[in-house]
């Protein structure tokens, strides 16, 4: 799954998630919303999608079947960025070894960004981030699921490191 823009639209155009073979035939359209959509994950056994969409006019997190039908949000972000687990964005989801859970990135106040995780299905939204260990973005799962690996910024100019923390509690 890929992020691609219509041939028609190259300028100025929308971009909308797309499937291919591997040996490049077969080319699929997965969505066509008025809204960017990017960011894809497949699950790991390979029947849904999560991705980012701008949608509801927010950055966050949706997930749909395989072949772009149902796509549901998961995060419900907004400007004031009251909702806890979405901020006032929520993107860039990655899935868990088993496919039970999503860790994300959420946007908050003075242009932070901490990891979150939830359930597949959206429930049980937790942080294991703070914004005081610098802004996380980039997140990927350790094979074995006990870990999540990401890109920490710290301080302007931001100085990156990879850093990791334990899955069940954000601990270091």
Known sequence: VFTGVPSDQVFGGNYDLYVVARDGSNLRRLTSDDAVDYEAAWSPDGSRIAFTSFRNGMRNVWV???DGSNPQRLTDANVGGGNPGSGGS???AA????GS???YVVGGPQNSATLWIMNA?????RPLTTSAIGNAYDPAWSADGLHIAFRREVGSPAQISLAFVAATNGSW
């Open 64 to 66: 749909m079947n395989a």
């Open 95 to 98: 899935w868990s070894p088993d």
């Open 90 to 92: 929520a993107g860039d």
């Open 121 to 125: 299905d959206g429930s049980g939204k």
């Open 101 to 103: 859970k999503l860790v």
